[in-house]
Structures are given as C-alpha cells and as structure tokens.
C-alpha cells in the first residue's frame, strides 16, 4: 500500500493557477499509475487526470485538458497537478490517488487514497 499526502490547496481568484502535490510513503510508487481525482458538494467524485508510472504518458478528463497538467518526480515520490486558468466550478476537494497498476485505463483500480485538499475558486 502506498501513503499518500496531499498539499498545496486553498483560494484562489477565478483565472488564478495552484499547484497541488501529493507525497507517496511505500516502496512501490515508481511502478504504479497515479491520478487525481475531485469532488464537489453534492457531486461524486470525478476523475481528472492520471499519469502511468514511467510519466511518458498521461490522461485529462474534458473539463480541464489544455488548463491542468500531472507529472510526477519518482525520486521525490511525489506527483503534481498544475492547475491554470482556474474557474469557480473547479472549485472541489482534490484527491491524490495511487492506482493498481503501472498503466492507467479508464475504470481502473485505485490503490490508495489521500485525505484531500480543498480548492477554492473565487468568480
């Protein structure tokens, strides 16, 4: 199992730019996929991006491709989500998580989860 720890939420004005990180505590995070995920108020939680675990390849959902972007630094074991351009509707509690598997595809496993951090956007 891997830990994870997520950092660098809070409010930002619509248009704004943040940059989350996610801390991974386990031997294993170079050899799996990880992803962000977010939930709003009264929503489920929706995927937003994912990045298998070599960082060669990564996955948007439609509402943030061209605004947000994952990387990941495997000898920090630590992932990142840029995030530019912010709206209010991005406004949720963004969730680190570590997948099964080296490669993403849609529905797949997830391992672990964060706690969350939350993002707020002002309009």
């Known amino acids: 199992q891997v830990q994870l720890v997520e950092s660098g939420g809070g409010l930002v004005q619509a248009g704004g730019s943040l940059r989350l990180s996610c801390a991974a505590s386990?031997?294993?995070?170079?050899?799996?996929?990880m992803g962000w995920f977010r939930q709003s108020p009264g929503k489920e939680r929706e995927f937003v991006a994912a990045?298998?675990?070599?960082?060669?390849?990564?996955y948007y959902a439609d509402s943030v491709k061209g605004r947000f972007f994952i990387s990941r630094d495997n000898a920090k074991n630590t992932v990142y989500l840029r995030m530019n351009s912010l709206k209010a509707e991005d406004t949720a509690v963004y969730y680190c998580?570590?997948?099964?598997?080296?490669?993403?595809?849609?529905?797949?496993?997830?391992?672990?989860w964060g706690q969350g951090t939350q993002v707020t956007v002002s309009s």
């Open positions: 386990g031997r294993t995070f170079s050899n799996v996929a």
């Open positions: 990045i298998g675990r070599s960082g060669a390849n990564t």
């Open positions: 998580a570590s997948y099964s598997a080296s490669y993403y595809s849609a529905g797949a496993a997830v391992g672990s």
